[in-house]
């Protein structure tokens, strides 16, 4: 007989250590990692909620998190020289860290890259319990409890305007929320849109589009694509 605790931890055997992009590993709690010199670990015990970076659109939006901190823009919230064009982010928190939404945090994990790349705080909001609890545990594990604060919610989270907001859904829903996230965005602010299946791109740019929003970069694996959009200054 097959116990239903076997059931519940077998998902566990085939959550490897994984390694994203040139920085990031996600380390299951229940493994051990050698940490190499310029690691950014995630510590990570996902549950019930979804956030594993098993899953593409989750490695396209840790990806894209990367470029962004390569470019200054976690660390220091300023302006900067990337697919927008010099000085295409305001600099309405220059110096500063970035303040950061995470609309469906899930299991925290974007919410953590982002703290550990530099962001000054983190707001993460979920409709589901189940996530706000992993995302507020996760946040704990990885000593990042003052700077990730999770409640329920989505777009808009009525706490805006933000420097970066992430948006790891799927296409319906961005385009249901894309009133809510134009609200939460700084002008010259930065969303990282995800969860996009490639035969809805079309429907979703369009949507940013009817909202004066910019596609500036664009991260494709397999039929999954993430997007970085810029709301002008």
């Given at each position: ?9 077998a ?10 992009g040139?920085?990031?590993v996600i ?9 190499q ?7 990570l ?20 998190l ?10 220091t919230?300023?302006t ?39 962001a ?10 189940i996530?706000v ?6 946040a704990?594990r ?12 989505s ?25 809510g ?17 490639e ?22 694996e397999?039929d ?9 200054a």
């Amino acid at each position: 007989m097959i116990l239903e605790a076997d059931w519940a931890n077998a998902w566990k055997a085939h959550f490897p250590v994984l390694r994203i992009g040139r920085r990031i590993v996600i380390r299951p709690t229940w493994r051990r990692h050698r940490r190499q010199p310029g690691d950014v670990v995630l510590a990570l015990d996902p549950g019930m909620a979804f956030g594993t970076g098993l899953h593409p659109t989750t490695r396209l939006c840790l990806a894209a998190l990367e470029s962004l901190a390569d470019r200054g823009l976690l660390a220091t919230g300023g302006t900067g020289d990337g697919p927008g064009g010099p000085g295409a982010l305001a600099p309405a928190t220059t110096g500063s860290p970035a303040r950061v939404l995470d609309v469906g945090s899930g299991s925290g994990i974007l919410s953590i890259a982002a703290a550990r790349l530099g962001a000054g705080s983190v707001l993460a909001v979920d409709v589901d319990p189940i996530a706000v609890d992993a995302t507020r545990i996760n946040a704990r594990r990885n000593r990042l409890s003052r700077v990730i604060r999770a409640r329920a919610g989505s777009a808009p989270s009525g706490e805006g305007p933000f420097d970066i907001v992430l948006a790891n859904l799927i296409a319906s829903l961005l385009i249901t929320l894309a009133d809510g996230l134009v609200q939460d965005l700084r002008p010259g602010g930065t969303l990282l849109a995800s969860g996009i299946f490639e035969n809805r791109e079309a429907e979703v740019r369009s949507a940013f589009a009817a909202r004066g929003l910019l596609i500036v970069n664009r991260w494709l694996e397999g039929d999954w694509i993430a997007l970085e959009v810029q709301r002008p200054a």
